[in-house]
T-cell receptor, first 112, second 114 residues
Framework: DAGVIQSPRHEVTEMGQEVTLRCKPISGHDYLFWYRQTMMRGLELLIY????????DSGMPEDRFSAKMPNASFSTLKIQPSEPRDSAVYFCASSLRSDTQYFGPGTRLTVL | AQSVTQPDIHITVSEGASLELRCNYS??????LFWYVQSPGQGLQLLLKYFSGDTLVQGIKGFEAEFKRSQSSFNLRKPSVHWSDAAEYFC????????????FGGGTRLMVKP
């Protein structure tokens, strides 16, 4: 299996622009997670899905952040409008039932 | 609420020396415990996990960890460190009462001296 795929790997944008991060989970996995990693706050869970349904979005920082999972093989995390403090590495992870989470390579987002 | 503490932010060891990275957790039921490793610019790779059974678990790259319920600890060990082990290591806890959510510690950055 190719593992969890994320795109783009790097994104540089200007404040106020819309940013969309994409994730393809491992085939057959029924859980998908979005995390954010920063020096100050470490790894934070933003939201997770089970069978394409959002289960817990309490980690989403503000209404500027939204996530969707239209089908079992694709998810997006959108930031609109983006701000410099959103600069971070965003990881997607997937798992089968309650087993191990497998992480993608991450998207490094820089908001100028 | 669940939490994970990794007391050591940075650790430096000499190549060939033994290693122990500390992890303490707080969880209201039987925990699932994980160690992940992150190399610079990379995602997190699973080293090992504990769900139940034998409290000493073996992982990849020669790592092992021991679950000690009485101490709420899950320390990671390696008998002889290689230069390629330099990375950041994260301990995480999850389990049935938290759905499938993991809580990560702040990480320990390992540096290896030649």
């Amino acid at each position: 299996d190719a593992g969890v795929i994320q795109s783009p790997r790097h994104e540089v944008t200007e404040m106020g622009q819309e940013v969309t991060l994409r994730c393809k989970p491992i085939s057959g996995h029924d859980y998908l997670f979005w995390y954010r990693q920063t020096m100050m706050r470490g790894l934070e869970l933003l939201i997770y899905f089970n069978n394409n349904v959002p289960i817990d979005d309490s980690g989403m920082p503000e209404d500027r952040f939204s996530a969707k999972m239209p089908n079992a093989s694709f998810s997006t995390l959108k930031i609109q409008p983006s701000e410099p403090r959103d600069s971070a590495v965003y990881f997607c992870a997937s798992s089968l039932r309650s087993d191990t989470q497998y992480f993608g390579p991450g998207t490094r987002l820089t908001v100028l | 609420a669940q939490s994970v503490t990794q007391p050591d932010i940075h650790i430096t060891v000499s190549e060939g020396a033994s290693l122990e990275l500390r992890c303490n957790y707080s969880y209201g039921a039987t925990p699932y415990l994980f160690w992940y490793v992150q190399s610079p610019g990379q995602g997190l790779q699973l080293l090992l996990k504990y769900f139940s059974g034998d409290t000493l678990v073996q992982g990849i790259k020669g790592f092992e960890a021991e679950f000690k319920r009485s101490q709420s600890s899950f320390n990671l060990r390696k008998p002889s460190v290689h230069w390629s082990d330099a990375a950041e290591y994260f301990c995480a806890v999850g389990g049935s009462i938290a759905g499938n959510m993991l809580t990560f510690g702040g990480g320990t950055r390992l540096m290896v001296k030649p």
